[in-house]
């Protein structure tokens, strides 16, 4: 089952244009990562954010958490055409046994045209 | 430091018939994870290994099966296949209990 909800399902923007996503997750978390995959290939990790810390930046990416309202959302600024791929967010639930169990949202199909 | 290598890339097999999928982790890591990516269910957990022991599980019937080698390799079985057992199955290797690095994924694809 899906632990988290991606909002919107689809995104449609000209290059340039900023994009935004969002995540809402049910449990508690250790950290919670955005990965990207461009049609049907494997996923690339974009970031990482652990429970304790609310924003962290990687070139373009900005990414905020907020673990009373158990939702994070990822901003790409000043998109490109190449940024056109489905955005996951994956949680890591607290707890200590979770072993490499990521539970993935059901993704944003980002759409950037030229 | 070459990726996670997944192969193969695609397969076709027909119904009842069993398929083995390998995958090399980032050289180091050693917990590996197994997903299954389907329209209809999205990315589920299917197993991790870490030091050749399976660490969870996900919740998939017994016909699926993994094993990992001390060198860190992984394979993931799967018999008596079904129709719905088509999809991108995908592999990650971790250094620690931290992000994952995915292959490229295998294609099954169940006739």
């Known amino acids: 089952s899906q632990q988290g909800e991606e909002d919107p399902q689809a995104l449609s923007i000209q290059e340039g244009e900023n994009a935004t996503m969002n995540c809402s997750y049910k449990t508690s978390i250790n950290n919670l990562q955005w990965y990207r995959q461009n049609s049907g290939r494997g996923l690339v990790h974009l970031i990482l954010?652990?429970?304790?810390?609310r924003e962290k930046h990687s070139g373009r990416l900005r990414v905020t958490l907020d673990t009373s309202k158990k939702s994070s959302s990822l901003l790409i600024t000043a998109s490109r055409a190449a940024d056109t791929a489905s955005y996951f967010c994956a949680t890591d639930p607290a707890g200590g046994t979770s072993y490499g169990k990521l539970t993935f949202g059901q993704g944003t199909i980002l759409t950037v045209h030229p | 430091k070459a990726g996670v290598t997944q192969t193969p890339r695609y397969l076709i097999k027909t119904r009842g018939q069993q398929v083995t999928l390998s995958c090399s982790p980032i050289?180091?890591?050693?917990?590996v994870s197994w997903y299954q990516q389907t329209p209809g269910q999205g990315l589920q957990f299917l197993f991790e290994?870490?030091?050749?022991?399976?660490?969870n599980k996900g919740n998939f019937p017994g016909r699926f099966s993994g094993r990992q080698f001390s060198n860190s390799r992984s394979e993931m079985n799967v018999s008596t296949l079904e129709l719905g057992d088509s999809a991108l199955y995908l592999c990650?290797?971790?250094?620690?209990?931290?992000?994952?690095?995915f292959g490229q994924g295998t294609r099954l694809t169940v006739v």
């Open positions: 050289s180091g890591h050693r917990s």
């Open positions: 990650a290797s971790s250094p620690r209990d931290s992000e994952a690095f």
């Open positions: 954010i652990r429970s304790n810390e």
């Open positions: 290994y870490f030091s050749e022991t399976q660490r």
